[in-house]
């Protein structure tokens, strides 16, 4: 069955460092990817997504990458600032379903004043 | 920017009773979802919703869960006898075309199964 891994440990970084996360995903090959902000206690915000045929996708300071053949999306935040504290969500679809998302555990970042 | 709202925030119950979780999805948007998060656990799906009837569900939306559109603009979701691990965040989610895009998702439905 298809799993998704984020790194589990919370990331601590100083403000103006550039935050990277990871989501490796096994066993299918989905056609997209999403990443999500969740703050305690809200449902999760979208941010980006980004398609199979896609090596990067940047929105302001949020660059994603996702590499197909290493089943792995990496997630940039640069500039960081302590409003980017937050827990940070890898979501994919279900194979051969696209409406149904599978989920990351999330990882959470802390950034230091 | 719209918002997908939930009523209510907060809901506690006793084991066994019904419980009803509102929801009112973006008005444009034609597809409809529920998912949950179990306290320090993933995001599960639980259901999605089109044209008035239920388009995929999973395994954990048995028979005790149900949804309804019962007008133009609420999307609820009904658990008929709730169970201790029922217990949860409920966010409603709603998307234009439910075809590789954004979830917009409201902030979620925090139910306490006693």
């Known amino acids: 069955s298809q799993k998704i891994e984020q790194n589990s440990e919370a990331l601590n970084i100083q403000e103006g460092k550039t935050a990277t996360l990871t989501c490796n995903y096994t066993?299918?090959?989905?056609?997209?990817l999403q990443w999500y902000r969740q703050d305690p206690g809200r449902g999760p915000v979208f941010l980006l997504l980004?398609?199979?045929n896609e090596k990067e996708k940047r929105k302001e300071r949020l660059k994603v990458t996702f590499d197909t053949t290493l089943k792995q999306s990496l997630f940039h935040i640069t500039a960081s600032q302590p409003a980017d504290s937050a827990t940070y969500l890898c979501?994919?679809?279900?194979?051969?379903?696209?409406?149904?998302?599978?989920w990351g555990l999330g990882t959470s970042l802390a950034v230091n004043p | 920017e719209p918002e997908v709202t939930q009523t209510p925030s907060h809901q506690v119950t006793q084991m066994g009773q019904e419980v009803i979780l509102r929801c009112v999805p973006i008005?444009?948007?034609?597809?409809f979802y529920w998912y949950r998060q179990i306290l320090g656990q993933k995001v599960e799906f639980l259901v999605s919703?089109?044209?008035?009837?239920?388009?995929?569900k999973s395994e954990i939306f048995d028979d005790q869960f149900s949804v309804e559109r019962p007008d133009g603009s609420n999307f609820t979701l009904k658990i008929r006898s709730t169970k201790l691990e029922d217990s949860a965040m409920y966010f409603c989610?709603?998307?234009?075309?439910?075809?590789?895009?954004?979830?917009?998702f409201g902030s979620g439905t925090q139910l306490s199964v006693l």
């Open positions: 979501a994919l679809p279900y194979a051969g379903n696209n409406r149904k998302l599978i």
């Open positions: 066993n299918y090959s989905p056609a997209y």
């Open positions: 980004i398609r199979e």
């Open positions: 008005s444009n948007h034609l597809y």
């Open positions: 919703f089109y044209n008035n009837e239920i388009s995929e």
């Open positions: 989610a709603s998307s234009v075309t439910g075809l590789n895009e954004k979830l917009f």
